[in-house]
């Protein structure tokens, strides 16, 4: 698992997939390694395998608490296959349960990323709020200021009727 660990940290995504799952085999019944595995999947563009995995893994934990991270990766999984209202299901469930501090920020990001690309752009900027906040929460004003920024961009094109259609402003 070590191994799988630094591979990953290292960006090796093919070995990180490859020592997971090698880990996986000896531990069958691990939600926590295929989750890990799922991840590996994903920062190697195959969403498609970490889905069959964290279906796997959200069958192990039943939904309750511990379900959140499977949850979180789902989310990330649908939206790099252009299944945007799954992710978005997935993502706010994910934060209904007890994801971690680290990566609570991050879904609400990714969330006001779909939201935009649904053209929900009210969604979009609450998400944002919610990621300011989470940001600043945890006193990473950097983020802060970030997600502050999205949620202008967001408010911007509320006011400008045909903006994502592509027409231009009277």
Same mark, same amino acid.
């Given at each position: 698992?070590? @191994?799988?660990?630094?591979?990953?940290?290292?960006?090796?995504?093919? /070995?990180?997939?490859?020592?997971?799952?090698?880990?996986?085999?000896?531990?069958?019944?691990?939600? !926590?390694?295929?989750?890990?595995? =799922?991840?590996?999947?994903?920062?190697?563009?195959?969403?498609?395998?970490? @889905?069959?995995?964290?279906? &796997?893994?959200?069958?192990?934990?039943? /939904?309750?608490?511990? =379900?959140?991270?499977?949850?979180?990766?789902?989310?990330?999984?649908?939206?790099? @296959?252009?299944?945007? &209202?799954?992710?978005?299901?997935?993502?706010?469930? =994910?934060?209904?349960?007890?994801?971690?501090?680290?990566?609570? =920020?991050?879904?609400?990001?990714?969330?006001?990323?779909?939201?935009?690309?649904?053209?929900? %752009?009210?969604?979009?900027? /609450?998400?944002?709020?919610?990621?300011?906040?989470?940001?600043? !929460?945890?006193?990473?004003?950097?983020?802060?200021?970030?997600?502050?920024?999205?949620? @202008?961009?967001?408010?911007?094109? %509320?006011?400008?009727?045909?903006?994502?259609?592509?027409?231009? /402003?009277?």
């Amino acid at each position: 698992l070590a @191994l799988a660990n630094s591979a990953f940290n290292l960006k090796l995504d093919q /070995d990180a997939v490859r020592f997971y799952r090698q880990s996986l085999a000896l531990v069958p019944n691990s939600w !926590n390694i295929r989750n890990e595995v =799922s991840e590996a999947y994903i920062e190697a563009g195959e969403p498609e395998a970490a @889905l069959v995995l964290l279906q &796997e893994s959200l069958a192990i934990t039943k /939904d309750n608490e511990i =379900s959140g991270r499977a949850l979180f990766l789902q989310g990330l999984a649908y939206r790099d @296959l252009g299944e945007l &209202e799954k992710a978005v299901s997935s993502l706010e469930r =994910s934060l209904e349960l007890n994801l971690s501090n680290d990566s609570v =920020s991050q879904a609400h990001g990714i969330l006001a990323e779909v939201y935009t690309g649904l053209g929900q %752009l009210e969604a979009a900027a /609450d998400a944002a709020f919610h990621q300011a906040e989470a940001y600043r !929460n945890k006193g990473r004003w950097v983020g802060t200021a970030q997600a502050l920024e999205r949620i @202008l961009f967001q408010r911007s094109l %509320l006011q400008r009727p045909g903006a994502l259609a592509g027409t231009p /402003d009277q």
